[in-house]
């Protein structure tokens, strides 16, 4: 099939049937994955890679016909599989994300404390602010 003298260009078609491609000599192949026609790399976001790990842990069909239908290779299914369960173990024995997460929520809680004092305060001065404009000495009741 490989003639001596052919250039990958000229081979091109000979591989990819179906395409077209510029075979002048002046054609740049300034992007060879352009050339070839491949496409780029798909990003999956963690629900894709969830729903397909969960996907093949029920069994409904094989991890083979699974990776086939989604155009990903096994390995990665696998790799995939492996970090979803090592995070859940982590996860259920309370591992340093939950104790970064508590922390995370004490600190919060500590300053939401912090604001409703704040805002407490701010609407005091405002309410005085108020009665010495109108001169009032009539007392508000608290509600």
Do not use: H
């Not at 029920?58 to 369960?85: H, T």
Request: glycine share 6%; net charge positive; aromatic share 6%.
């Amino acid at each position: 099939m490989y003639q001596r003298g052919w250039s990958v260009r000229a081979m091109l078609p000979l591989f990819l049937p179906g395409k077209e491609f510029d075979m002048s000599k002046d054609a740049s192949v300034d992007n060879p994955v352009e050339a070839t026609g491949r496409r780029t790399r798909k990003k999956y976001s963690a629900e894709d890679k969830i729903r397909i790990v969960l996907e093949g842990l029920r069994s409904e069909v094989s991890v083979a016909r699974l990776c086939q239908r989604e155009g990903i290779p096994s390995n990665l299914y696998y790799r995939w599989s492996k970090e979803f369960l090592e995070a859940g173990k982590l996860r259920l024995k309370g591992g340093p994300s939950r104790e970064g997460l508590s922390r995370e929520v004490a600190e919060l809680r500590s300053e939401n404390e912090q604001l409703k004092q704040l805002a407490a305060e701010l609407m005091l001065t405002n309410r005085r602010l108020k009665r010495s404009l109108t001169g009032s000495t009539f007392e508000e009741p608290d509600s």
